[in-house]
Protein backbone atom coordinates (compact mmCIF):
# COMPACT_ATOMS: atom_id res chain seq x y z
CA UNK A 1 0.00 0.00 0.00
CA UNK A 2 0.95 3.40 -0.73
CA UNK A 3 2.00 5.85 1.94
CA UNK A 4 -0.56 8.51 0.58
CA UNK A 5 -0.03 12.19 0.10
CA UNK A 6 2.05 12.61 2.77
CA UNK A 7 5.12 10.95 5.24
CA UNK A 8 4.20 9.54 8.54
CA UNK A 9 6.54 11.90 9.80
CA UNK A 10 5.01 15.15 8.30
CA UNK A 11 3.91 17.93 10.10
CA UNK A 12 -0.10 17.23 9.52
CA UNK A 13 -0.10 13.20 10.32
CA UNK A 14 1.49 13.97 13.61
CA UNK A 15 -1.26 16.50 14.60
CA UNK A 16 -4.43 14.70 12.80
CA UNK A 17 -3.66 11.47 14.14
CA UNK A 18 -4.04 12.67 18.21
CA UNK A 19 -7.60 12.28 18.61
CA UNK A 20 -6.92 14.90 21.11
CA UNK A 21 -7.54 17.20 18.06
CA UNK A 22 -11.25 16.10 18.48
CA UNK A 23 -12.34 18.68 21.10
CA UNK A 24 -12.21 21.16 18.38
CA UNK A 25 -14.62 19.67 16.12
CA UNK A 26 -17.55 21.96 17.72
CA UNK A 27 -15.62 24.58 17.37
CA UNK A 28 -14.58 23.72 14.07
CA UNK A 29 -18.94 23.45 12.92
CA UNK A 30 -19.93 26.74 14.67
CA UNK A 31 -16.99 28.71 12.98
CA UNK A 32 -17.90 27.26 9.51
CA UNK A 33 -21.73 28.11 10.11
CA UNK A 34 -20.88 31.14 11.37
CA UNK A 35 -20.92 31.87 7.90
CA UNK A 36 -24.25 32.76 6.69
CA UNK A 37 -23.88 31.07 3.71
CA UNK A 38 -22.08 27.78 5.00
CA UNK A 39 -25.34 27.84 7.86
CA UNK A 40 -27.82 28.19 4.59
CA UNK A 41 -26.67 25.01 3.28
CA UNK A 42 -25.82 23.06 6.26
CA UNK A 43 -29.73 24.12 7.77
CA UNK A 44 -31.05 22.73 4.24
CA UNK A 45 -29.30 20.06 3.37
CA UNK A 46 -27.84 18.46 6.68
CA UNK A 47 -29.31 16.19 9.42
CA UNK A 48 -27.31 17.00 12.55
CA UNK A 49 -30.61 16.47 14.42
CA UNK A 50 -31.12 12.56 13.39
CA UNK A 51 -27.50 11.93 13.00
CA UNK A 52 -24.81 13.42 14.30
CA UNK A 53 -22.79 10.61 14.93
CA UNK A 54 -23.14 10.17 11.28
CA UNK A 55 -22.12 13.48 10.17
CA UNK A 56 -18.92 13.26 12.24
CA UNK A 57 -17.81 10.19 11.21
CA UNK A 58 -18.40 11.53 7.38
CA UNK A 59 -16.49 14.20 8.08
CA UNK A 60 -13.67 12.25 9.89
CA UNK A 61 -13.68 9.93 7.27
CA UNK A 62 -12.70 12.70 4.54
CA UNK A 63 -10.33 14.11 6.73
CA UNK A 64 -8.51 11.07 7.60
CA UNK A 65 -8.67 9.20 4.46
CA UNK A 66 -7.02 12.26 2.73
CA UNK A 67 -4.33 12.74 5.53
CA UNK A 68 -3.37 9.25 6.07
CA UNK A 69 -5.25 7.01 3.12
CA UNK A 70 -3.57 5.73 -0.03
CA UNK A 71 -3.29 8.02 -3.06
CA UNK A 72 -6.34 5.85 -4.46
CA UNK A 73 -8.33 6.10 -1.36
CA UNK A 74 -7.67 9.98 -0.61
CA UNK A 75 -9.07 10.37 -4.68
CA UNK A 76 -11.76 8.44 -4.23
CA UNK A 77 -13.40 9.90 -0.94
CA UNK A 78 -12.33 13.25 -2.41
CA UNK A 79 -15.05 12.46 -5.42
CA UNK A 80 -17.49 11.36 -3.14
CA UNK A 81 -17.65 13.90 -1.12
CA UNK A 82 -17.21 16.74 -4.67
CA UNK A 83 -20.34 14.86 -5.75
CA UNK A 84 -22.39 15.19 -2.75
CA UNK A 85 -21.67 18.60 -2.62
CA UNK A 86 -22.94 19.39 -6.41
CA UNK A 87 -26.59 19.03 -5.19
CA UNK A 88 -25.79 21.78 -1.95
CA UNK A 89 -26.86 24.65 -4.00
CA UNK A 90 -29.55 27.30 -3.50
CA UNK A 91 -30.41 30.52 -2.71
CA UNK A 92 -27.45 32.64 -1.90
CA UNK A 93 -25.29 29.23 -1.05
CA UNK A 94 -22.96 27.01 -3.25
CA UNK A 95 -20.99 24.32 -1.34
CA UNK A 96 -18.35 24.50 -4.49
CA UNK A 97 -17.61 28.27 -4.03
CA UNK A 98 -14.02 28.61 -3.43
CA UNK A 99 -14.42 30.74 -0.96
CA UNK A 100 -16.56 28.92 0.95
CA UNK A 101 -14.48 26.03 0.94
CA UNK A 102 -11.34 28.09 1.85
CA UNK A 103 -13.24 28.87 4.94
CA UNK A 104 -14.45 25.20 5.80
CA UNK A 105 -10.78 24.24 5.25
CA UNK A 106 -9.63 27.30 7.47
CA UNK A 107 -11.56 26.27 10.47
CA UNK A 108 -10.40 23.12 10.36
CA UNK A 109 -7.07 23.28 10.03
CA UNK A 110 -7.14 26.60 12.93
CA UNK A 111 -9.19 23.81 14.98
CA UNK A 112 -6.78 21.31 14.70
CA UNK A 113 -3.78 22.89 15.42
CA UNK A 114 -5.05 25.18 18.05
CA UNK A 115 -6.53 22.49 20.05
CA UNK A 116 -2.94 20.35 19.62
CA UNK A 117 -0.86 22.76 20.98
CA UNK A 118 -3.58 23.70 23.81
CA UNK A 119 -3.95 19.63 24.65
CA UNK A 120 -0.62 17.81 23.16
CA UNK A 121 1.79 20.24 22.96
CA UNK A 122 3.46 23.70 21.77
CA UNK A 123 4.62 23.29 17.90
CA UNK A 124 8.14 24.61 16.71
CA UNK A 125 7.42 26.90 13.84
CA UNK A 126 8.96 24.87 10.84
CA UNK A 127 6.41 22.22 11.83
CA UNK A 128 3.06 24.78 12.43
CA UNK A 129 4.83 26.57 8.70
CA UNK A 130 4.93 22.71 7.23
CA UNK A 131 1.67 21.90 8.81
CA UNK A 132 -0.03 24.79 7.24
CA UNK A 133 1.10 24.02 3.69
CA UNK A 134 -0.02 20.56 4.25
CA UNK A 135 -3.62 21.58 5.42
CA UNK A 136 -4.17 23.15 2.34
CA UNK A 137 -4.84 19.53 0.89
CA UNK A 138 -8.49 19.42 2.97
CA UNK A 139 -9.74 22.45 0.61
CA UNK A 140 -7.57 21.79 -2.81
CA UNK A 141 -9.09 17.74 -2.41
CA UNK A 142 -12.35 19.11 -3.14
CA UNK A 143 -11.48 21.59 -5.31
CA UNK A 144 -9.96 24.78 -4.25
CA UNK A 145 -7.86 26.74 -5.84
CA UNK A 146 -4.34 26.35 -4.96
CA UNK A 147 -3.48 29.96 -5.18
CA UNK A 148 -6.61 31.06 -3.28
CA UNK A 149 -5.23 29.17 0.19
CA UNK A 150 -3.02 32.09 1.36
CA UNK A 151 0.63 31.91 0.99
CA UNK A 152 2.33 32.10 4.32
CA UNK A 153 0.91 31.73 8.00
CA UNK A 154 1.35 35.55 8.06
CA UNK A 155 -1.39 36.05 5.38
CA UNK A 156 -3.35 33.43 6.56
CA UNK A 157 -3.89 35.09 10.23
CA UNK A 158 -4.93 38.39 8.29
CA UNK A 159 -7.21 36.07 5.88
CA UNK A 160 -8.82 34.85 9.36
CA UNK A 161 -8.94 38.07 11.61
CA UNK A 162 -10.74 39.61 8.62
CA UNK A 163 -12.72 36.62 8.17
CA UNK A 164 -13.83 36.40 11.66
CA UNK A 165 -14.62 40.13 12.31
CA UNK A 166 -17.01 40.16 9.53
CA UNK A 167 -18.80 36.82 10.89
CA UNK A 168 -22.82 37.03 11.87
CA UNK A 169 -24.52 34.22 13.98
CA UNK A 170 -28.32 33.75 12.22
CA UNK A 171 -30.87 31.77 13.74
CA UNK A 172 -29.92 29.33 11.73
CA UNK A 173 -26.64 28.48 12.85
CA UNK A 174 -27.65 28.84 16.50
CA UNK A 175 -30.24 26.19 15.37
CA UNK A 176 -27.24 24.16 13.91
CA UNK A 177 -25.86 24.73 17.59
CA UNK A 178 -28.46 23.47 19.25
CA UNK A 179 -29.18 20.31 17.68
CA UNK A 180 -25.35 19.64 17.85
CA UNK A 181 -25.30 20.09 20.87
CA UNK A 182 -28.63 18.48 22.47
CA UNK A 183 -28.80 15.59 20.58
CA UNK A 184 -32.00 13.84 20.40
CA UNK A 185 -30.15 10.64 21.93
CA UNK A 186 -30.01 10.85 25.77
CA UNK A 187 -26.80 8.86 25.30
CA UNK A 188 -24.26 11.48 23.82
CA UNK A 189 -25.66 14.10 25.90
CA UNK A 190 -22.62 13.97 28.62
CA UNK A 191 -19.74 13.97 25.51
CA UNK A 192 -22.08 16.62 23.46
CA UNK A 193 -22.08 18.69 27.40
CA UNK A 194 -17.86 18.55 27.27
CA UNK A 195 -17.96 19.54 23.79
CA UNK A 196 -20.45 22.44 24.38
CA UNK A 197 -17.65 23.33 27.28
CA UNK A 198 -14.43 23.08 24.69
CA UNK A 199 -16.06 25.05 21.80
CA UNK A 200 -17.46 28.30 23.94
CA UNK A 201 -14.00 28.29 25.26
CA UNK A 202 -12.48 28.06 22.04
CA UNK A 203 -14.55 30.25 20.17
CA UNK A 204 -14.01 33.91 20.04
CA UNK A 205 -15.92 36.29 22.33
CA UNK A 206 -17.70 38.03 19.69
CA UNK A 207 -18.85 34.93 18.23
CA UNK A 208 -19.78 33.34 21.18
CA UNK A 209 -21.78 35.42 22.46
CA UNK A 210 -23.70 35.98 19.15
CA UNK A 211 -24.56 31.92 20.01
CA UNK A 212 -25.71 32.75 23.33
CA UNK A 213 -22.89 30.91 25.08
CA UNK A 214 -22.22 31.47 28.62
CA UNK A 215 -18.61 32.05 29.61
CA UNK A 216 -16.47 33.47 32.50
CA UNK A 217 -13.62 33.56 34.54
CA UNK A 218 -14.68 30.40 36.30
CA UNK A 219 -14.53 28.49 33.32
CA UNK A 220 -11.68 30.21 31.79
CA UNK A 221 -9.66 28.86 34.55
CA UNK A 222 -11.50 25.75 34.57
CA UNK A 223 -10.34 25.02 30.31
CA UNK A 224 -7.05 26.32 31.28
CA UNK A 225 -6.69 23.26 34.32
CA UNK A 226 -8.20 20.77 31.29
CA UNK A 227 -5.47 21.29 29.06
CA UNK A 228 -2.76 21.40 31.36
CA UNK A 229 -4.08 18.12 32.18
CA UNK A 230 -4.30 16.87 29.19
CA UNK A 231 -1.02 18.05 28.25
CA UNK A 232 0.50 15.98 31.56
CA UNK A 233 -1.33 12.91 30.71
CA UNK A 234 -2.02 12.45 26.76
CA UNK A 235 2.10 11.36 26.29
CA UNK A 236 1.26 8.74 28.79
CA UNK A 237 -1.34 6.90 26.85
CA UNK A 238 -0.99 4.40 24.43
CA UNK A 239 -0.53 5.33 21.20
CA UNK A 240 -3.27 2.86 20.06
CA UNK A 241 -5.69 4.59 22.56
CA UNK A 242 -4.46 7.99 21.07
CA UNK A 243 -4.90 7.31 17.89
CA UNK A 244 -7.88 5.36 17.94
CA UNK A 245 -10.46 7.70 16.23
CA UNK A 246 -8.10 8.06 13.07
CA UNK A 247 -7.36 4.16 12.79
CA UNK A 248 -10.93 2.67 13.35
CA UNK A 249 -12.07 5.46 10.60
CA UNK A 250 -9.23 4.07 7.91
CA UNK A 251 -10.38 0.59 8.93
CA UNK A 252 -14.19 1.33 7.87
CA UNK A 253 -13.37 2.68 5.02
CA UNK A 254 -10.36 -0.22 3.70
CA UNK A 255 -13.23 -3.06 5.06
CA UNK A 256 -15.98 -1.16 3.07
CA UNK A 257 -13.93 -1.12 0.03
CA UNK A 258 -12.85 -4.49 0.71
CA UNK A 259 -16.54 -5.61 1.08
CA UNK A 260 -17.63 -3.76 -2.35
CA UNK A 261 -14.14 -5.10 -4.82
CA UNK A 262 -15.24 -8.84 -3.41
CA UNK A 263 -18.56 -8.06 -4.76
CA UNK A 264 -17.37 -6.76 -7.67
CA UNK A 265 -15.01 -9.62 -8.56
CA UNK A 266 -17.80 -12.43 -8.15
CA UNK A 267 -16.82 -13.35 -4.42
CA UNK A 268 -13.46 -14.06 -5.52
CA UNK A 269 -10.80 -13.42 -1.99
CA UNK A 270 -8.66 -9.86 -2.72
CA UNK A 271 -5.00 -9.89 -1.34
CA UNK A 272 -4.93 -7.96 1.74
CA UNK A 273 -2.39 -5.31 -0.51
CA UNK A 274 -5.47 -4.62 -2.69
CA UNK A 275 -7.59 -3.05 -0.55
CA UNK A 276 -8.26 0.40 -0.60
Known sequence: MDSGLFHDSGAIRRIAREGAVLGGAGYAVLMQVAHPAVARGVHRHSDFARRPLGRLRGTLGYVYAVIFGTREEAGRVSRRVRAA???????????GDPELQLWVAA???????????????PLEPADLDEAYRQYAVLGTSLGLPQ???PATRADFAAY?????????????????????FRPRQVALRPATALQRFLTAGL???KVRAQYGLAWGPVRELALRAL???????WPLLPAALREFP????LRLLRDRSWLRRRRHDGGRRVAVGARG
Do not use: C, K, N
Open 85 to 95: HRHVVGDGYDA
Open 107 to 121: TLYHAAVTVYQRAVG
Open 147 to 149: ELW
Open 160 to 180: WEAEVAALRVGDEARGIAEQL
Open 203 to 205: LPP
Open 227 to 233: FAALRLA
Open 246 to 249: MRRS
